[in-house]
């Protein structure tokens, strides 16, 4: 199983909402990552999850919260987001956090797409 | 400090005709270097990748030769495909970096007609 999986693929909240957006990998791969991409952008690196410990937060607003309940979920949980705030949310994963010789090989999700009204 | 710089697209080609998409790199040390590739709808997928000078990263018929001489890593294939339209993105790891952080190209759209 190669896959991470990310749910739902589409959501549309307004600026008072609440939601989740939900990441799981069964892969074994120990570093989580949250990246955020604007049309016709490369992806954004948003957080960095090492071991179920946050290890990089790329001074994301507080408005976005991250949680990685264990190995195989990372959650990003989302409130009173603005309008510019919509864009594609990937999720990736990979085996390890340090440079080596897997460095730089991410496997991403197909992301969620994201609408603040 | 480490960036990547990538030709403008869209680049538009017929059916079976060659592709180059250039980039170039800016880094210290020997990082590394990958193409990644989104297909329209969906997350990146790693295409290829090189670790060391003069290493050569190929899968599906791309190739890229990572050139420290002229901190280059081109995307090349012989004979593409209408499949093949995708938004192509270069990127790199540095060297030595504490954590596997991605730096991207700004991304090159390729639009393959039959």
């Known amino acids: 199983d190669t896959e991470v999986t990310q749910t739902p693929k589409h959501l549309v909240m307004g600026m008072t909402n609440k939601k989740s957006l939900k990441c799981e990998q069964h892969?074994?791969?120990?570093?989580m990552y949250w990246y955020k991409q604007k049309a016709k952008k490369p992806p954004e690196l948003m957080f960095v999850?090492?071991?179920?410990?946050?290890?990089i937060n790329e001074s994301v607003p507080s408005r976005f919260s991250p949680e990685c309940p264990n190995s195989s979920l990372l959650n990003l949980h989302l409130h009173a987001l603005q309008p510019e705030d919509s864009a594609l949310y990937l999720c990736?994963?990979?085996?390890?956090?340090?440079?080596?010789?897997?460095?730089?090989?991410?496997?991403f999700g197909e992301g969620s797409r994201l609408t603040v009204l | 400090g480490n960036s990547v710089t990538q030709m403008e697209g869209p680049v538009t080609l017929s059916e079976e005709a060659f592709l180059t998409i250039n980039c170039t790199y800016t880094?210290?040390?020997?990082?590394?270097l990958f193409w990644y590739v989104q297909y329209p709808g969906e997350g990146l997928q790693l295409l290829l990748k090189?670790?060391?000078?003069?290493d050569k990263g190929s899968n599906k018929g791309f190739e890229a030769t990572y050139r420290k001489e002229t901190t280059s890593f081109h995307l090349e294939k012989g004979s593409v495909q209408v499949s093949d339209s995708a938004v192509y993105f270069c990127?790199?790891?540095?060297?030595?970096?504490?954590?596997?952080?991605?730096?991207f190209g700004t991304g090159t759209l390729l639009a393959v007609q039959p």
């Open positions: 990736a994963s990979s085996p390890s956090i340090l440079a080596g010789g897997s460095a730089g090989e991410l496997f």
């Open positions: 999850y090492s071991y179920e410990k946050l290890s």
């Open positions: 880094a210290t040390g020997y990082p590394s």
């Open positions: 892969m074994g791969h120990r570093a």
């Open positions: 990127a790199l790891t540095p060297y030595g970096g504490a954590t596997n952080k991605l730096i």
């Open positions: 090189a670790t060391k000078a003069d």
